[in-house]
T-cell receptor
């Protein structure tokens, strides 16, 4: 079973609209961390935002926020006021166990290709 | 950002030849990782290292080996490359989170595109 599911392979959004990218996860570990990365067409992986399983509030980072619904095992990325430069692949990822760190790497979803239209 | 350099950035090779990809970091991070990225699969973990000479397998380790003789260097070797190993390979290190996120995040190198003919 997939640990990270991103159900939207691709999305088209008008510039300045808000965008929600879906991510659901599967784990039985009570301690975990959820991450979002952006990969523009140039190929680099850019860390956007993090949410720990014990965090009481949804994470925010500038125009990015994470809509964390623990009971539904959902960690959707919300981008407010989208810009042309937001066009990229977006990956949701999870670390199980000690959410803040540890040797284990991240498990990634398959990604969502977001295209912002003018 | 962690200074992570991958080499080579691009390589074309033939089936059956050995290939070594190098990852060099300047941040003294303990943990290092090799991922491969393929369309429709996202990023999948190949091997990781939790210290000098300490490595472990990831999700897709068959056909790959790694070595870490120094903190700063993590090598990925394909002993006998196959066409199924055509991919983009990313090295990553784990270090303190940015902007007080409270988590150790993975920082990635620029990637190495490998084509096996």
């Amino acid at each position: 079973a997939q640990k990270i599911t991103q159900t939207q392979p691709g999305m088209f959004v008008q510039e300045k609209e808000a965008v929600t990218l879906d991510c659901t996860y599967d784990t039985s570990d009570p301690s975990y961390g959820l991450f979002w990365y952006k990969q523009p067409s140039s190929g680099e992986m850019i860390f956007l935002i993090y949410q720990g399983s014990y965090d009481q509030q949804n994470a925010t980072e500038g125009r990015y926020s994470l809509n964390f619904q623990k009971a539904r095992k959902s960690a959707n990325l919300v981008i407010s006021a989208s810009q042309l430069g937001d066009s990229a692949m977006y990956f949701c990822a999870m670390r199980e166990g000690y959410s803040g760190g540890g040797a284990d790497g991240l498990t990634f979803g398959k990604g969502t290709h977001l295209i912002i239209q003018p | 950002d962690a200074g992570i350099t991958q080499s080579p950035r691009h390589k074309v090779t033939e089936t059956g030849t050995p290939v070594t990809l190098r990852c060099h970091q300047t941040e003294n991070h303990r943990y290092m990782y090799w991922y491969r990225q393929d369309p429709g699969h996202g990023l999948r973990l190949i091997h990781y290292s939790y210290g000098v000479k300490d490595t472990d397998k990831g999700e897709v380790s068959d056909g790959y080996s790694v070595s870490r003789s120094k903190t700063e260097d993590f090598l990925l070797t394909l002993e006998s490359a196959t066409s199924s190993q055509t991919s983009v390979y990313f090295c990553a290190t784990q270090g303190p989170g940015q902007r007080g996120s409270g988590a150790n995040v993975l920082t990635f190198g620029a990637g190495s595109r490998l084509t096996v003919l």
